[in-house]
């Protein structure tokens, strides 16, 4: 069954860094554009970062100059570089493909931040 696996959260202090992954059934990954999404204590899941198939990247504001995105197109697998954390990061982390997403989710992986 196709599926979306991240991994790489934690608790962090304001300031500090983390890698998330997602790894990605062939099926849902190939050739598609692969986003980060988060939902964040309260809110409606928004759109974090996007990277195309062949490599064109986009950020929210929110994050543009502290996050990069990248992809292993080999692995299936989409990052996320997480820098200069701040408490407002703090959220469920998801990818799934853009602009459609894939119908089901995978469970995401929880970010933390501390002031």
């Known amino acids: 069954q196709a599926q979306l696996e991240e991994s790489g959260g934690g608790l962090v202090q304001a300031g500090g860094s983390l890698r998330l992954a997602c790894e990605a059934s062939?099926?849902?990954?190939?050739?598609?554009?692969m986003g980060w999404y988060r939902q964040g204590p309260g809110k409606q899941r928004e759109l974090v970062a996007i990277i195309r198939a062949g490599g064109n990247t986009m950020y929210a504001d929110s994050v543009k100059g502290r996050f990069t995105i990248s992809r292993d197109n080999a692995k299936n697998t989409v990052y996320l570089q997480m820098n200069v954390l701040k408490p407002e990061d703090t959220a469920l982390y998801f990818c799934?493909?853009?602009?459609?997403?894939?119908?089901?989710w995978g469970q995401g992986t929880q970010v933390t931040v501390s002031s």
């Open positions: 062939r099926s849902i990954f190939s050739n598609k554009a």
């Open positions: 799934n493909t853009y602009p459609t997403p894939y119908a089901k």
